[in-house]
């Protein structure tokens, strides 16, 4: 059978892989930004908007990260009501925020939005953000998860906590014909010891739809057993296969079947007028986020050392990086490297010499993402394929400028998809579950 293409867009703020010094870029922080971003979206019938979280300004060497320099604004403030059928999904930490806080501003979003909110948890690893807040610190990676995971149990129980969904109100006599059960709610477990009631009803999906972002296999799990959608960053065809099958088997533990569960890898891309027209232009945009002095900070992130006079266009050092936390790179600005950085760094040696790169070549091959470069109808054909043969349901589109990066993939590669017969030509649902092909959530 042939699948649909799922499709939504990344907000591209402070990544790396925007390109801020293209004439057309615009800030990442007025909301008309965001409102040409998220009416461009759903002009194309995405599903959705994602917007990424920043708990903290990131540092590198004691100075405020090149791309955090204006600021990182609020999620749920950006999440405006200036579309009407485009999903709005926010990431929000589970580690140092509480639940019914949570609870309550995603399910207000989803009643002012008709049924469009998400909600990406996540889990912050690193003690630099911790110290913005009370708790302090920073959570062990096996505890990461486990408040993570009785976090998002206590928001379901707080958004199912309302008995009846409707209430219904006699005008004349200003009185309710049917009163709701309001909220009430107690919950004891190793993170959490809360009561009370919950101020908001339940909401037009049920709950928000339920993202997560994790790779390792304790984050795949998680996924299996709660989420709705899981992103991932696997850029070949074999790699996002293999990923989609162990994540899918999962399912079946938990009772759940593998369409409850959408597997969306992020993608930038590049469209051109030919092929050739489109590698050249995607040449020039990799130089453009990698310019000299944006490989010299990522390479001290893996070094851990002060290589600001370090030459951009000569070999990689000869020392070693120093092992141990990273000081140089503070928050999520670091690169999290889960391996010894002298091995990382003997590999990259390895590759720079056999291809004869220079430390800027290297930081641009080493950091490429799954990309999609061609014509509009290449473009449309490497997508689906991706899709058909079950290395993804659909992807969610990193675009390198803000905030017109989407027009034309939307102008010209949106109708090439729905030439195939693959994508929507209108969006099925009124709300996100529905677009997304999820079932209803009848209780919480």
């Not at 991932?232 to 099958?245: A, C, I, P, Q």
């Not at 533990?253 to 409850?260: K, L, T, V």
């Amino acid at each position: 059978m042939t699948k649909q293409v799922h499709l939504a867009a990344h907000f591209p703020g402070v990544n790396n892989t925007t390109v801020w010094s293209d004439p057309a870029a615009g800030s990442h922080i007025d909301f008309s930004s965001f409102t040409h971003f998220a009416q461009t979206a759903e002009r194309g019938l995405f599903d959705f908007l994602f917007l990424a979280e920043g708990l903290r300004l990131r540092e590198q060497n004691g100075q405020i990260y090149d791309l955090d320099v204006v600021g990182r604004p609020d999620t749920f403030t950006i999440l405006a009501a200036v579309t009407e059928h485009l999903g709005l999904a926010g990431t929000i930490n589970s580690t140092f925020n509480e639940p019914v806080e949570v609870a309550r501003q995603f399910a207000t979003l989803d009643h002012l939005s008709d049924g469009r909110a998400a909600w990406n948890v996540v889990t912050s690893w690193d003690a630099f953000t911790g110290e913005n807040f009370r708790r302090g610190g920073y959570l062990a990676a096996d505890q990461r998860y486990v408040r993570a995971r009785e976090f998002l149990e206590t928001a379901v129980e707080l958004w199912g906590s309302w008995e009846n969904d409707d209430v219904i109100a006699d005008r004349s006599s200003g009185e309710f014909l049917r009163r709701p059960q309001a909220g009430r709610f107690a919950r004891v477990d190793s993170q959490f010891d809360v009561s009370g009631t919950f101020p908001v009803p339940r909401s037009p999906q049920g709950r928000p739809v339920i993202f997560q972002a994790g790779d390792s296999d304790e984050g795949r799990e998680f996924a299996a057993a709660r989420a709705d959608a899981i992103f991932s960053r696997h850029s070949t065809l074999d790699e996002g296969r293999t990923f989609y099958t162990d994540v899918k088997r999962r399912l079946a533990a938990y009772g759940r079947s593998p369409d409850d569960l959408l597997i969306l890898p992020a993608a930038t891309f590049v469209v051109g007028d030919t092929d050739e027209d489109a590698a050249h232009l995607a040449h020039q945009i990799r130089l453009a986020q990698v310019s000299g002095q944006t490989a010299i900070k990522f390479l001290e992130q893996l070094w851990n050392r002060d290589l600001s006079n370090h030459d951009p266009d000569g070999p990689l050092p000869t020392v070693d990086p120093l092992p141990g936390e990273n000081t140089i790179a503070k928050g999520r600005a670091s690169v999290r490297i889960r391996e010894d950085p002298r091995d990382v760094a003997a590999r990259w040696r390895a590759l720079a010499e056999s291809k004869n790169l220079s430390t800027r070549e290297l930081i641009i091959e080493v950091t490429g993402r799954q990309a999609f470069v061609g014509s509009a109808r290449t473009v449309a054909n490497e997508l689906n394929r991706f899709v058909q043969h079950d290395a993804s349901d659909g992807f969610i589109l990193v675009p390198h400028l803000t905030p017109g990066g989407l027009d034309r993939f939307v102008d010209e590669v949106i109708p090439e998809l729905q030439d195939l017969g693959v994508y929507r030509t209108a969006y099925p649902g009124g709300t996100l579950r529905h677009n997304l092909g999820l079932a209803d959530v009848v209780a919480g």
